[in-house]
């Protein structure tokens, strides 16, 4: 079982920056491929950023540029470092770890973290 918390959402104005931040804990959670994932109004779920993999780590298209995605082997926390925020951007972010090759069937989610970006 791996434990997932995030923190670090709030309401932003467009053009601002956030870091979110999510603690991972339990069993060997860096043995895990970790991402984000954003939920937005009416929308399904979607990874934003993270999932590494073969030293590849995914970016949707639409916050390339924007957003950085980072993890801390040592405190076993990952990082999104979201960069000129836009009103698209609003959702409740989700940290969720899982099987490498299966980025799409997280195993284990966090609790998420609302975001909201004014126009």
């Known amino acids: 079982q791996v434990q997932l918390s995030e923190s670090g959402g709030k309401s932003v104005q467009a053009g601002s920056s956030l870091r979110l931040s999510c603690t991972a804990s339990?069993?060997?959670?860096?043995?895990?491929?970790v991402g984000w994932f954003r939920q937005a109004p009416g929308k399904e779920r979607e990874l934003v950023a993270g999932?590494?993999?073969?030293?590849?780590?995914f970016y949707l298209d639409s916050v390339k540029g924007r957003f950085t995605y980072s993890w801390d082997n040592a405190k076993n926390m990952a990082f999104l470092q979201m960069n000129n925020l836009q009103p698209e951007d609003t959702g409740v972010y989700y940290c969720?770890?899982?099987?490498?090759?299966?980025?799409?069937?997280?195993?284990?989610w966090g609790q998420g973290t609302q975001v909201t970006v004014a126009s």
């Open positions: 969720a770890a899982g099987l490498h090759a299966a980025p799409q069937k997280p195993l284990y």
């Open positions: 999932w590494v993999w073969r030293d590849n780590t």
């Open positions: 339990g069993r060997a959670p860096s043995s895990y491929a």
